[in-house]
């Protein structure tokens, strides 16, 4: 049974940093494509970012240079480290996991990923 567990989300100002962490169990991080998507009221969930298994890494327009993706295999752990928070970045963000995909492979549609974590809500205040 595949379990993801997001955690580190809060209320913070503009300008801060925040870091988000998946666990998982029932899977493996290092060969399973990980993601971040967020999902603000009223919207559709978006992309915004992901590790393949061979670990290259793309990042939605809006947070390229702002959040760094990153795993830690040890911990079977996936974190997203968000600087320079936005109030625009005000939204629940989920853990996603994509089994069996290929080795350089990122997918940007929800449909591709295949477990979902509960979320977790951040909130920048301006």
């Known amino acids: 049974q595949v379990q993801l567990v997001e955690s580190g989300g809060g209320l913070v100002q503009t300008g801060d940093s925040l870091i988000l962490s998946c666990a998982a169990s029932?899977?493996?991080?290092?060969?399973?494509?990980m993601g971040w998507f967020r999902q603000a009221p009223g919207n559709e969930r978006e992309f915004v970012t992901a590790?393949?298994?061979?670990?290259?890494?793309d990042y939605a327009g809006s947070v390229k240079g702002r959040f760094t993706i990153s795993r830690d295999s040890a911990k079977n752990t996936v974190h997203l480290q968000m600087n320079s928070l936005k109030p625009e970045d005000t939204a629940v963000y989920f853990c996603?996991?994509?089994?069996?995909?290929?080795?350089?492979?990122?997918?940007?549609?929800?449909?591709?990923?295949?477990?979902w974590g509960q979320g977790t809500q951040v909130t920048v205040s301006s």
């Open positions: 029932g899977l493996t991080i290092s060969v399973t494509t």
């Open positions: 996603a996991a994509g089994e069996g995909r290929p080795w350089y492979w990122i997918g940007y549609d929800t449909k591709m990923y295949n477990y």
């Open positions: 590790i393949s298994r061979s670990g290259n890494t």
